[in-house]
């Protein structure tokens, strides 16, 4: 669509048009710049998954990380991440803004070939769960709710890390409107790049004043072909019980073994990831919640194997403040967000994570009775 088209609507035979407005001042945002970045910063679905990916059965959805990413000095307007772990970086340009032309190309570039540096070994992580901590939220509950009950946290981020890795990342140029010569650098740059995707949103404002608004996003520069080649490559996969055992010291490696045995002993399920594995206890809907993490050297940058007796769904009990309140003062113990503990598995440690790990086992009955 063009500036100036308009949208119309049909009701009872008659025919009735919506004008395009330009982003207000003051409906998402104090400033027009800003009312562009405020209304993804609240509605991130508005970035078309379908149009991105419509091949596919399970497009992206995308929940905000944060917004004003620190990055080099800089601040990127918006971070995201989709369901497979792929980070998504928005600069919101209005096309009145000179910066709207090639400087924006650049400078998300820029972004993106910096991420890695700045983002991995949990940076991200971190980044995202201090923005929804101001929000008085728990980012693993926000994740849980973008994409599901059952969705494994440190899991999830070691597939970020992985896709960083290997430069799986997306790049959006938002803007109410894209100039030509920005709209050939996106389709051209999409077509070239082998990891990454580099794409434009127009998102239009129709209505009258008074009147709700109407907004409609269309994704610039995806082709088909482009998006099934990114997609060819391989996603990070998943470790097993003897690669776990082998990648940590004797002592450990006996440790997880017999934690592992006592859990599927007691009906518990074992769900591994990239390098780590979580425990699940069944509650009493029926539905596995991840109590205990068990993790290698080398994961979320930890130099030591280390656990976490993990509380976060388990909020709402008494069990969250149980672990505080009696592994905390044990050696190599600190706490991890609001609801849980980790245990550094070395020296004093090991034994800590003994007494964590029957501590959370023993839990299985009353979680089952956990609604």
Not at 234 to 256: H, K, N, Q
Request: hydrophobic letters at 40%; aromatic letters at 8%; a negative charge.
């Amino acid at each position: 669509m063009d500036a100036g088209d308009d949208i119309y609507i049909v009701t009872d035979g008659t025919l009735r048009t919506l004008p395009s407005v330009q982003m207000r001042e003051g409906l998402f945002g104090a400033k027009l710049e800003d009312a562009l970045q405020s209304i993804l910063q609240q509605y991130p679905e508005l970035i078309p998954g379908r149009q991105i990916a419509p091949d596919e059965e399970e497009p992206p959805r995308f929940l905000l990380l944060r917004r004003e990413m620190p990055l080099s000095g800089w601040s990127l307007d918006l971070l995201l991440v989709d369901q497979r772990g792929v980070l998504t970086l928005v600069e919101a340009k209005l096309i009145q803004n000179p910066e709207s032309r090639r400087d924006v190309i650049g400078q998300i570039i820029e972004y993106a070939a910096n991420a890695f540096e700045l983002w991995a070994s949990g940076a991200a992580r971190q980044y995202a769960a201090e923005y929804w901590n101001r929000q008085g939220r728990e980012l693993d509950e926000v994740l849980r709710e973008a994409f599901g009950v059952d969705i494994d946290p440190d899991s999830f981020w070691e597939t970020v890390e992985a896709n960083l890795r290997q430069g799986r990342i997306r790049m959006i140029i938002a803007g109410d409107a894209l100039r030509p010569e920005v709209r050939r650098m996106i389709e051209y740059l999409n077509g070239e790049m082998q990891n990454a995707e580099v794409l434009g949103l127009e998102l239009k404002c129709y209505g009258r004043e008074g009147e709700p608004v109407v907004m409609v996003p269309a994704i610039i520069g995806h082709s088909v072909q482009a998006s099934r080649a990114k997609r060819t490559v391989s996603a990070p996969g998943t470790t097993d019980r003897a690669t776990v055992l082998g990648s940590v010291p004797e002592p450990v490696a006996a440790f997880f073994n017999d934690v592992m045995d006592k859990a599927q002993d007691l009906g518990m399920v074992l769900s591994f990831g990239e390098k780590g594995l979580s425990i699940r206890a069944i509650n009493g809907k029926g539905a596995p919640v991840s109590i205990l993490y068990l993790f290698p050297p080398g994961t979320l940058g930890r130099r030591e194997p280390f656990l976490h007796a993990y509380g976060t769904y388990l909020k709402g009990t008494d069990i969250p403040q149980q672990l505080v309140n009696e592994l905390l003062p044990l050696p190599g113990a600190r706490k991890y967000g609001d609801y849980s503990v980790e245990v550094t598995l070395a020296g004093a440690g090991l034994d800590t994570g003994k007494k964590a790990a029957e501590l959370m086992l023993s839990f299985r009955d009353r979680i089952a009775q956990i609604m």
